[in-house]
């Protein structure tokens, strides 16, 4: 049996004053629903803050993104080493905003997966195709090939520890959530490529869904028999919606 995970993903949203209020509502909701890993993503420099709101809770938390490298003249970036000694659990590495506004390759992505991992930090990898791709039928291609970067260079084994999270780009803040039947196809599809490695991995990886994922289509996602949860942009900025989608996932656990 598979924990279901709700994460939130707040890109670049956030003053000390909502990060405040929305992490002390979000530890009472991840302690009300012990069976669903909760947690929240944050740009790098509130991770301190969180953790100082949300240690001792049920609240889970970690990074938008992390550099390959732990330290250095690397001016800007975040390391994995640091991330993780500010409590973090996770760091999201893949996603399409930085495959598509910093030109981050599958290579580059499996790298940041490694150093995450390599530095005590769970990999949520994303993964999805373009609305052209996805017109032209490329989607499985696209999820295979980006997850397969990560399995040349750190083996089919890291995937035991480790979050796969589907987001479609063509759903990602548009308002258009993809349908449940078409996000447990292709979560099929990606175990079942998983499962051509090795089933064990296969068969617990977690796999969210993202994109466009809110209060009211939460219940019927999270009901497929292969998706375990969501990774949550706008809808993790806002209590009461946040709460609602973290209650579906305590429905199907
Ligand atoms: C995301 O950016 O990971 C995401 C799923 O965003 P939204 O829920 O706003 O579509």
Redesign the pocket.
């Known amino acids: 049996m598979r924990k279901p995970v709700v994460m939130g993903?707040w890109?670049l949203n956030g003053t000390k004053s909502t990060v405040t209020d929305l992490i002390k509502a979000f530890t009472g909701v991840a302690n009300a629903n012990e069976k669903v890993d909760v947690a929240i993503c944050a740009p790098a420099i509130f991770i301190g803050m969180v953790e100082s709101l949300a240690t001792g809770s049920k609240l889970q938390w970690g990074s938008e993104d992390v550099d390959v490298h732990t330290s250095g003249a690397f001016t800007g970036e975040n390391s994995p080493v640091m991330i993780k000694e500010f409590g973090s659990t996770y760091a999201i590495v893949g996603?399409s905003?930085r495959r598509g506004y910093h030109n981050e390759s599958n290579e580059v992505v499996a790298a940041k997966f490694k150093a995450a991992q390599d530095n005590g930090l769970v990999p949520v990898l994303c993964i999805g195709e373009s609305e052209a791709e996805y017109d032209a039928g490329k989607t499985l291609d696209v999820c295979q090939a980006e997850i397969k970067a990560v399995i040349d260079l750190c083996g089919i084994e890291a995937f035991k520890n480790a979050i796969i999270a589907y987001?479609p780009i063509w759903?990602?803040?548009t308002g258009k959530t993809a349908t449940p039947e078409i996000a447990q196809n292709v979560h099929a599809g990606i175990r079942a490529f998983l499962k051509t490695f090795n089933a064990e991995v296969a068969d617990g990886v977690r796999i969210l869904y993202?994109?466009?994922?809110n209060a009211k289509t939460a219940p019927e996602l999270f009901a497929q028999k292969d998706i375990d949860g969501g990774?949550?942009?706008?809808?993790s900025l806002k209590v009461a919606d946040f709460t609602a989608i973290i209650e579906a996932a305590t429905a199907n656990a």
């Open positions: 993903n890109k996603h905003e987001e759903a990602i803040g993202g994109g466009s994922c990774l949550i942009g706008g809808a």
